[in-house]
C-alpha cells in the first residue's frame, strides 16, 4: 500500500466549515478523512456529502452498539451515504457482527457496489486492565479479551478490528493478512504525545502489522501540518 492510502485524518472538529476547510487543505495529500460522533451529531449526513464531492472516501467511526437488528440497519444507511469505512463495537455480540455482514454485502450485491469495510472496536483504550475487571467484570487478562473479541469479529466476517498499535502485531500473527488492522494512537518521534499514553511512530505501527493509520493532532496541531504530512507519509516508503 502507498503510504498516502494509509493515513486516514481524523476530522475532530463540531463546525462543518471547519471540517471541509480541512478536507479542502489536505485533499492533495489524503484519500481517507475520518468523522466521529462529535462531528456526525453537529452536523449530519451533509459533511460525508461534501467530502465525496471532492472525490474523497470517509471512514465514519461511530462504533454503533445495539441489538442486531438495529446495528444492521444503521449499516445499511452508512452504506447508502457511500462510507468506505465504519465500525461496530464487537462486544454487541456475534449476532449483530454477522447480521450486520450479511447484511451490507446482501446491500453490495444488490446495487453492484463495494461493501463498505466493516470494522470491529474490541476494547476502548480509555479502559485499562483495572477498569476491565472492576468495572466491567472481565476477570482475563486485557489481551486475552482482545484476542478473543477480534477472533469473534473475525468469525463473523468483519473485515478488521480497529486495535492500539501494540496489539497489531498479535493480531496480525493470528489472522493473518486478509484482516484489516486500523489503528489510532500514533505520535512520530518529534511530535507531542497529548492525552495519548501508548502510542507507537508510524513507521513501527506499521512495521507491526498496521493497515491503516488514524492520525489527527500529530498532523492537524503542527505549525506546518503538510508539511507534518509529508514527514510521516516518508517514513513509511519502504514499507
Ligand atoms: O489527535 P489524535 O491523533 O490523538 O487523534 C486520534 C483519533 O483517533 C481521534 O479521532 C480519536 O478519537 C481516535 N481514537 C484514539 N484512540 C483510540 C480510538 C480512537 O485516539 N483508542
Given at each position: 500500500m502507498e503510504p498516502r492510502e494509509r493515513i486516514i485524518l481524523a476530522?475532530?472538529?463540531?463546525?462543518y466549515e471547519d471540517a471541509v476547510d480541512i478536507v479542502r487543505r489536505f485533499k492533495g495529500h489524503i484519500d481517507i478523512f475520518k468523522i466521529g460522533s462529535e462531528l456526525f451529531t453537529s452536523v449530519g449526513p451533509r459533511v460525508i456529502k461534501e467530502i465525496h464531492l471532492m472525490g474523497k472516501k470517509v471512514f465514519?467511526?461511530?462504533?454503533f452498539h445495539d441489538i442486531p437488528n438495529t446495528v444492521a440497519k444503521s449499516a445499511l444507511a452508512a452504506a447508502k451515504l457511500g462510507v468506505f469505512m465504519f465500525n461496530v463495537h464487537t462486544l454487541g455480540g456475534y449476532q449483530m457482527m454477522k447480521h450486520t455482514a450479511e447484511t451490507l454485502s446482501g446491500f453490495s450485491l444488490e446495487k453492484n457496489v463495494d461493501r463498505p469495510r466493516l470494522i470491529g472496536v474490541t476494547i476502548?483504550?480509555?479502559?485499562n486492565q483495572n477498569a476491565l475487571r472492576?468495572?466491567?467484570?472481565?476477570?482475563?487478562r486485557m489481551n486475552t479479551q482482545v484476542k478473543h473479541l477480534a477472533s469473534l469479529a473475525h468469525r463473523a466476517g468483519l473485515d478488521g478490528v480497529v486495535a492500539s498499535p501494540e496489539d497489531g502485531a498479535m493480531i496480525r500473527s493470528r489472522f493473518g493478512k486478509g484482516f484489516l488492522i486500523v489503528t489510532p494512537g500514533i505520535r512520530p518521534s518529534w511530535a507531542a504525545m497529548d492525552d495519548q499514553k501508548r502510542a507507537l511512530t508510524p513507521r513501527k505501527a506499521v512495521q507491526q502489522g498496521a493497515d491503516y493509520l488514524v492520525i489527527g493532532r500529530a498532523i492537524?496541531?503542527?505549525?506546518d501540518p503538510i508539511g507534518a504530512l509529508m514527514r510521516i507519509q516518508e517514513e513509511l516508503v519502504d514499507l
Open positions: 476530522l475532530d472538529v463540531s463546525e465514519l467511526d461511530l462504533k476502548l483504550t480509555s479502559i472492576d468495572e466491567l467484570g472481565v476477570t482475563v492537524t496541531s503542527q505549525s
